[in-house]
């Protein structure tokens, strides 16, 4: 597999606009995207081409595949025929430069790049890189999102769902058939799915790295975009599904698998902040994006407009 490039793998689900968005920003990462994967839930098939906009209809340089599985929630980790070692996973609704998408990247690698020179025969499968940090504990029903950006700034875990990089390895662990059971339930609720793969990474190696990237200023693209009142998961679903399934994977990986749950609580995952800008480390927090409310983010996709589809709305600051 190649280690010096990335597959993007991008979920969707009836917004072909932002997908067309989406695609038009990552086929300018030409030198760092071997190929954009494209989970497809849908009936009928995508035809080629035909719901992307100019830009992205037009990319000849980034293949793109259209991986079409049944509509089930769980196979957004589907393992698949992967040319790259890395994989950066995203909702559509959630955009990134290509530099945010390069500092990720190359953390990843070099961490990768340590760990194997410490003789750790399965480096890759031990870091998970992210944007979007948690805090999950066994006394919590259901974690506060909130929690990672205020102090003490507590994580153990970013949700790779919402941009993270892992190997393509942990696509065959997610589907391993002992995890069936867990995968029915994540499928049945349309929820969970990246609350698994956060226990999967912690439990399959006990000394997992979790790396979260705290983006400057200019790559702080906050998008939004929201096509057809699809609207998140969690509006869909709500919480009280979403905790069962909590529940279930601390009875099934154990209380410890984030947290020295008989003892302090003190974290057993090894966590690392990684600014981008080395002159943001002096508060020693990663800021949430509503550190720049009130600003317009310097990402160019972030821009109102509508379409024949509906109203897209991309960036919460225009």
Known sequence: LDENMLTVIITTYKQPTCLSKMICLLSQCTDLVA???????????????????????????????????????????HPRNFTTQAIFSVDVDTFYTCNA??????TWKELQRQEQKKGSIAAVDEIVVGF???????????????????????????FVTKGGIVSARMYEEYFKEKFKFLRSSIDEAITAEDLFMSFLLAATKKKVITVLICLEAKDQCAVDCNE????????????????????????????????????????????????????DAKDGVC???SYWEGTVPPCWMC????????????????
């Not at 494209?38 to 340089?61: D, G, K």
């Not at 998408?101 to 190359?106: E, G, I, V």
């Not at 709500?238 to 302090?264: C, H, M």
């Not at 897209?312 to 600051?317: A, G, Q, R, T, W």
Request: aromatic residues 12%; glycine residues 4%.
């Open 35 to 77: 190929e954009i994967r494209v989970n497809w839930f849908e009936q009928p098939p995508p035809l080629p081409s035909s719901h992307l906009l100019p830009c992205a209809s037009n990319n000849r340089t980034i293949p793109i595949v259209y991986d079409e599985y049944p509509n089930r929630l769980s196979y957004r980790f």
């Open 101 to 106: 998408l390069s500092t990720a990247f190359q």
């Open 132 to 158: 979007h940090p948690r805090y999950l504990h066994p006394s919590n029903k259901l974690y506060n999102w909130e929690e990672s950006y205020h102090a003490p700034f507590k994580f153990n875990t970013v």
């Open 228 to 279: 057809n009142n699809i609207g998140s998961l969690a509006s869909r679903s709500g919480n009280s599904p979403r905790e069962a399934i909590l529940k279930k994977l601390w009875d099934y990986f154990g209380q410890d698998t984030f947290v020295d749950a008989s003892n302090d609580g003190s974290s057993i995952v090894k966590q690392m902040i990684v600014w981008q800008n080395p002159l």
């Open 287 to 289: 800021k949430s994006k």
């Open 303 to 318: 821009s109102n407009s509508s379409s024949s589809t509906g109203k897209i709305k991309v960036c919460p600051h225009d």
